[in-house]
Structures are given as C-alpha cells and as structure tokens.
C-alpha cells in the first residue's frame, strides 16, 4: 500500500502528461494570439517546472479537502460502533465496511482505514499509536484533536461516543462556516478572471472582426513589444488576483 501524502504531492505519470498538454495548448494559443506564430510553444520547457509545482500544490489541496470531508463521514461511523460497544479495532472494521459503500478503495479514507488496520493487526502496534500515525501523516487539527480525545477517554474512562458525537457536531459546522468561506471566495476569484480574461477577448474580437485593425501589432517590433506588454500585464493581474483570493482556512 502506497504511503500517501498530505504535505506533499508528486505528480503521476498521467498527471505530467495532462500538464505537458495543457501547456503546450496554452503556448500555442498565446502564440497565435498575441504573436501571430507558434514560436512561443517552446516557452512550456521553461515553464514545465514552475507550472508542475502549481498543479502539484492544486491536487495536494483537493486531496486535503476530500480526506476533511472523508473524516466527518468516519467520526460518525466510528461514533454508531462506539455506542454498541464495540473497541477501537472493531469500529475501524466496521467504518472501513460502511465506507467502502460510500468511497472507492483509492480514496484517501480507505487508505488510511487500510493501514490502520494493518499496523494494528500485523505490525501489533496500539489503537492510539496507529491513531496517532494517521495524525501525524494528515497535519489537520480535527484529526490531532479526535486522536486527544480518544486518548483522554481511553485514559479517565470518559463517554467516548458522546464526545466523538460532539466532535463530529463541531466538526460538521465548521465545515459550513468554511463551505461559505470558499463559496465567497470561489465568486470573487470567479470574477476576477472574466476581468482578467477581457483584453484576450477584446483581441479576439478584433481579429476576427477586423483583422487588418492588428497587422501593425503582429508584424513590427513595436508591435510585437505592446502585445508582450499586454501578455505579461494580464498574467501579473491574474495572477495577483490568485494570491488576494487564495484564502487559507
């Protein structure tokens, strides 16, 4: 079983191959647009690595989100097994069962329940040990703080199903809180791109409606330099817009 990462993310060889293309089609189209030549397609050598640590960053933090909404879903199973009476081994046995009707085996909450279950089974590792590995792998606070109540419960003989019930309460609606946090700003990101995208569409619409309007632009080097201007002035103001939206929650 591979040893997922949630700190970190190396691109398949899938992954570099969708990249590899959707570089190279965005060269070729800012070629022919702002320059009227396909020249520019050997800018995604340069670009290649920068433009996979983005991507790399982008599938990392999708994967982070699917593993929080994943371990809401795994509280609640855990929180039904613990008010039965089962142990820790057993509610693990049984999330892995109810989830594996939710998830596929791929997903990151499979994984974990799989591995889990391993070290606990095989290696003969402790609940709160293999608990706390899956912590230390994931780097989130709801997981470091369910592995503190677990353990606290284990230790005074606390009501583990009623504090894991009001975990997965807390949990749950800061999960809202964060859901409308990203809904705002996926609109204003939203927005900034349409602006962003305008001059592309403002010389599209030139060249199509009056192609002769631009030759000047394609075939002088004064042209040339005003278009290179425009290029680097609406990727500085995406990007700018990336970074003012990009909330960290």
């Known amino acids: 079983m591979s040893d997922t990462s949630y700190e970190s993310y190396e691109l398949n060889k899938v992954e570099r191959e969708r990249l590899l293309l959707v570089l190279t089609a965005a060269a070729l189209a800012i070629g022919l647009l702002f320059y009227g030549s396909m020249i520019p397609v050997v800018m995604v050598i340069p670009f290649y690595r920068p433009g996979a640590g983005y991507y790399s960053r982008l599938l990392l933090r999708r994967r982070r989100k699917q593993l929080s909404l994943q371990f809401k879903d795994l509280l609640n199973c855990l929180s039904a097994s613990f008010a039965v009476g089962r142990h820790m081994e057993e509610a693990l046995a049984e999330a892995r069962k109810e989830l594996r ?50 353990r606290a419960c284990r230790e005074t003989g606390g009501d583990l199903a009623g504090a894991l019930n009001k975990s997965a309460e807390i949990i749950g609606e800061k999960m809202i809180i964060e859901n409308e946090i990203r809904t705002m700003a996926a609109q204003k990101k939203y927005e900034g791109r349409i602006i962003t995208a305008m001059p592309v569409v403002i010389i599209l619409f030139l060249r199509a409606a009056s192609p002769e309007y631009l030759e ?12 290179t201007m425009a290029l680097a002035a609406t990727f500085g103001a995406y990007l700018m817009i990336e970074r003012i939206t990009d909330i960290e929650i």
């Open 101 to 150: 009707g939710i998830y596929q085996e791929q997903d990151c909450i499979i994984v974990e329940l799989e591995r889990m279950l391993r070290d606990i089974r095989e290696r003969g590792i402790t609940d709160i040990k293999a608990l706390e590995d899956f912590a230390r792998r994931a780097a989130m606070e709801d997981v470091d703080i369910f592995v503190q109540v677990y």
């Open 216 to 227: 000047v632009m394609y075939e002088t080097l004064a042209g040339r330099s005003l278009m």
